[in-house]
Nanobody
Framework: QVQLVESGGGLAQPGGSLRLSCTAS????????MGWYRQTPGKERELVAT??????????IYPDSVKGRFTISADNAKNTVFLQMDNLKPEDAAVYFC????????WGQGTQVSVSP
């Protein structure tokens, strides 16, 4: 069973940046579109970035709430997907998770992102 481990969260100031990492126990990124999700207490998990590694090249999708600020990428050799978060806003504070785009893998523990002056 594939395991996912997220890391890189922490405290950032508004306008600051963080880079999250998610390492899988085996290579899955060439098989599945991957996504970064976030969740705050009392709310459903929200998909904030998607990456599909197609033969024609990578395809990324972002909701309007993070478009232009978040960038998803992957290093297949390291079984790792990244989320570069720039110009962070207080509303970006959440626990961040990675998974396939259809959430087919057991969830990892996530990594906490806090945004505060």
């Amino acid at each position: 069973q594939v395991q996912l481990v997220e890391s890189g969260g922490g405290l950032a100031q508004p306008g600051g940046s963080l880079r999250l990492s998610c390492t899988a126990s085996r290579n899955i990124f060439s098989l599945y579109a991957m996504g970064w999700y976030r969740q705050t207490p009392g709310k459903e998990r929200e998909l904030v970035a998607t990456l599909a590694l197609l033969n024609s090249g990578p395809v990324t999708i972002y909701p309007d709430s993070v478009k232009g600020r978040f960038t998803i990428s992957a290093d297949n050799a390291k079984n790792t997907v990244f989320l570069q978060m720039d110009n962070l806003k207080p509303e970006d504070a959440a626990v961040y998770f990675c998974n396939t785009k259809t959430a087919t893998i057991p969830w990892g523990q996530g990594t906490q992102v806090s945004v505060s002056p």
